[in-house]
């Protein structure tokens, strides 16, 4: 009997992009092509990723980043509570709906090299998500000493996960408002704000609380970034879109560097398409 062969047609390999083919496969209830047929290449430090020692995957669009962050998520959900966010949905499209984007920069390239305009705001929403997390375990916070931030607390608590980035983005506003700065008016003529000259004390107290609880609760979570990059709008926009991009890595890189001398199993994965050699990173093959 001769052998029937499926038509190329027949043959199920799954979307282009792999966040495509993981929200279709949640639609069709089935697993995503990607993860039952993952397959690492040789030189893939995939123990490295799960135990932590690596975190950030760098390669050029089309060479597998997603697909390989996906798959790590997969491997830790049933250890870790995780979550995955997409760069340009979580941060540069809400970004844009707040007054503190649009603050003027400095020229001066190397005064623009030491701004870390959006560091301390990425900063704030990674840590609402964590501290959001570890309420899956507990609801009871008392004992970690929340001190003067129990009011955000309160909001992380009662808030769903996909409202945090607005709820982050917006204490941020409050942050600034307390302070008696006008962003409405800070004009390239009047004034050239730091954000995290006035972030950075509240983020610090905000922190300190989510290491105090991950600790006493021995939470074990991961948050994935995924589709860190940015494309030209416009002149105007360039500028701070690179800067977002590149203070959401030295967010994450800082506060792996936090949860590791405190001996906490909290990661922050990423996946970009910058070479950001500076930072602990391993390099997708084009």
């Known amino acids: 009997m001769a052998t029937i062969y499926p038509t190329f047609g027949d043959i199920r390999v799954g979307e282009p ?14 697993n995503p092509i990607f993860l039952d047929a993952f397959f690492a290449i040789p030189n893939f430090p995939i123990e490295q990723f799960l135990s932590g020692e690596k975190f950030l995957i760098y ?16 491997r830790l959900k049933n250890e870790f509570t995780t979550h995955f966010l997409v760069f340009r949905r979580s941060f540069l499209e809400e970004s844009d709906l707040q007054a503190f984007s649009t603050i003027p920069l400095m ?20 840590i609402f998500i964590l501290i959001k997390q570890t309420f899956a375990n507990s609801t009871n916070y008392e004992d ?24 982050g983005f917006d204490s941020i506003t409050a942050i600034f408002n307390s302070a008696g700065v006008n962003l409405e008016k800070a004009t390239a003529g009047v004034a050239l704000l730091d954000a995290g000259k006035l972030l950075k004390r509240n983020n610090d107290d905000l922190l300190n609380f989510l ?14 970034v995924d589709e860190i990059h940015f494309a030209y709008r416009s ?38 398409d910058l070479n950001t050699s500076s930072i602990q990173l391993f390099h997708l093959p084009t």
Request: proline share 1%.
């Open 17 to 30: 992009d792999a966040n495509v083919e993981y929200y279709n496969a949640i639609r069709a209830q089935r």
């Open 59 to 74: 390669g050029q669009k089309g060479t597998g980043k997603t697909a390989a962050i996906r798959y790590l998520e997969n």
């Open 107 to 126: 020229l001066d390239e190397a005064k623009v090299e030491r701004l870390k305009h959006f560091h301390h705001a990425i900063k704030r929403i990674l």
């Open 144 to 167: 970690d000493r929340p001190g003067a931030d129990v009011t955000w607390i309160e909001k992380i608590k009662n808030s769903t996960i996909g409202d945090l980035i607005s709820v």
């Open 211 to 224: 290491v105090r609880r991950a600790k006493r609760l021995k939470i074990r979570s991961c948050i994935f």
């Open 235 to 272: 002149e105007e926009a360039l500028q701070q879109d690179a800067m977002l991009v590149r203070d959401c890595i030295l967010a994450m890189h800082s506060l792996n560097d936090r949860f590791t001398e405190e001996r906490l199993d909290l990661r922050i994965y990423s996946a970009s």
